[in-house]
Structure formats: structure tokens, C-alpha cells
Nanobody
Framework: VQLQASGGGLVQAGGSLRLSCAAT????????AAWFRQAPGKEREFVAG???????YYADTVKGRFTISKVIAKNTIYLQMNSLKPEDTALYYC????????????????????WGQGTLVTVSS
């Protein structure tokens, strides 16, 4: 199983980026998926989650600005990030979970079985 994250880069505050996470060896149609991020000097934190049934979850810090989605035909998860702020600067990781129950565990790292390598997002002020 491999999750390949891409789409990071340097953007000015107020700008947008779309991250992608392509999977090989698993089908996102049968997995929950999420994005986490880790800023310099900080612990990794939950950003957004998408259950296999299509329910979405967001951290309060990104609600209304970020959107998680998936395209089954491409076996890819996306994170559309709008109105970016300097505090969004971080290494962004995608993850996949095969848990039976997701609603109470989506923001815990140990709920996820597979992780991508991370893609760097830098937001300048």
C-alpha cells in the first residue's frame, strides 16, 4: 500500500492550493481518509476527515476554508484549501483507515492504518 501526497507549494496569504493523495494497493471506496498536518516545532494535528460513506469532519481552525473530497474513479483524495493563512504552513499528510467505526475516532492518529509521505505547504504573509 502506498499513499502519494502532492500539490504542496508556496502561496501568499489569502491564496488557494489543492492537495492530492493518490492510493495504490487500496481502494478509497472502502476506507475512511483524512488529512493531518505538522507545523515546525509542533505536534501533528487533524485537519479534515472523510468517512467511506461520505461524511466530512473538519478541525475548527480550517472549517469553512478547507474541503476534503474524493474521486473514486481516480482513487484519489483531495484537500481544497482556500483563504490560506500563514498559520496553515505545515507538512500535510494523508492517511487511510479501515476502522469499522469512524465517527468517534477520526481525529486520532492511531485510527489510521496507512500514511502518505507528506507534502509541504508554505503560506507567506
Amino acid at each position: 500500500v502506498q499513499l502519494q501526497a502532492s500539490g504542496g507549494g508556496l502561496v501568499q496569504a489569502g491564496g488557494s492550493l489543492r492537495l492530492s493523495c493518490a492510493a495504490t494497493g487500496l481502494a478509497f471506496s472502502g476506507y475512511h481518509a483524512a488529512w493531518f498536518r505538522q507545523a515546525p516545532g509542533k505536534e501533528r494535528e487533524f485537519v479534515a476527515g472523510l468517512s467511506r460513506s461520505g461524511v466530512t469532519y473538519y478541525a475548527d481552525t480550517v472549517k469553512g476554508r478547507f474541503t476534503i473530497s474524493k474521486v473514486i474513479a481516480k482513487n484519489t483524495i483531495y484537500l481544497q484549501m482556500n483563504s490560506l493563512k500563514p498559520e496553515d504552513t505545515a507538512l500535510y499528510y494523508c492517511a487511510a483507515s479501515r476502522r469499522a467505526s469512524y465517527s468517534g475516532a477520526y481525529d486520532y492518529e492511531n485510527a489510521y492504518n496507512y500514511w502518505g509521505q507528506g507534502t509541504l505547504v508554505t503560506v507567506s504573509s
